[in-house]
């Protein structure tokens, strides 16, 4: 901390750097889990089993799969971000481009989970549980991935940045 408590006695460039490294550690934890499950998506469809989906079952895993890459690319974006800027002096604006594209990602990842745990449940289950619980599983994520952060900022919104 500072000497007033409000801050860290780092340079725009430490802040940065520092800033980086923890953005990088968050993206190994979500993009390990997007690729995992990106990975068993493309499989689903050499499954015997897959003729048999009616029309809603292989639309929902379409669009499953289709978030499922988007999660995957937007989370795996800080590499090209860093190849292409690295070495430019830009990395304050290197951290927020990339900031933006890893909540994207995280989003993404979430209606990912969403998506496949819907199409499994009503594989399993059908009919109005598997789109409850369905429901109820993508009220927890956001909020414990939105909610509570964005009241933990709302709340101390007068303290400053990192």
Same mark, same amino acid.
């Given at each position: 901390?500072?000497?007033?408590?409000?801050?860290?006695?780092?340079?725009?460039?430490?802040?940065?750097?520092?800033?980086?490294?923890?953005?990088?550690?968050?993206?190994?934890?979500?993009?390990?889990?997007?690729?995992?499950?990106?990975?068993?998506?493309?499989?689903?469809?050499?499954?015997?089993?897959?003729?048999?989906?009616?029309?809603?079952?292989?639309?929902?895993?379409?669009?499953?799969?289709?978030?499922?890459?988007?999660?995957?690319?937007? !989370? +795996? #974006?800080? @590499?090209?971000?860093?190849?292409?800027?690295?070495?430019?002096? /830009?990395? *304050?604006? %290197?951290?927020?481009?990339?900031?933006?594209?890893?909540?994207?990602?995280?989003?993404?990842?979430?209606?990912?989970?969403?998506?496949?745990?819907?199409?499994?449940?009503?594989?399993?289950?059908?009919?109005?549980?598997?789109? !409850? +619980? #369905?429901? @109820?599983?993508?009220?927890?994520?956001?909020?414990?991935?939105? /909610?509570? *952060?964005? %009241?933990?900022?709302?709340?101390?919104?007068?303290?400053?940045?990192?």
């Amino acid at each position: 901390m500072s000497e007033d408590g409000r801050g860290r006695h780092e340079t725009p460039n430490e802040r940065a750097d520092r800033r980086w490294n923890e953005l990088l550690q968050e993206v190994r934890v979500a993009q390990t889990g997007a690729q995992i499950l990106f990975g068993f998506l493309l499989s689903v469809v050499f499954t015997p089993r897959f003729t048999s989906l009616s029309t809603f079952e292989r639309n929902l895993y379409v669009v499953t799969v289709v978030l499922g890459a988007l999660a995957t690319g937007a !989370l +795996i #974006a800080p @590499v090209a971000y860093h190849r292409l800027l690295a070495g430019r002096r /830009l990395k *304050p604006e %290197l951290v927020d481009a990339t900031s933006r594209v890893v909540t994207l990602g995280v989003v993404l990842l979430a209606l990912t989970v969403g998506s496949a745990l819907l199409l499994l449940l009503h594989l399993a289950l059908g009919g109005p549980l598997s789109w !409850l +619980i #369905a429901a @109820v599983v993508m009220a927890w994520f956001g909020l414990w991935w939105l /909610l509570l *952060p964005w %009241l933990l900022l709302r709340r101390n919104d007068d303290r400053p940045g990192d």
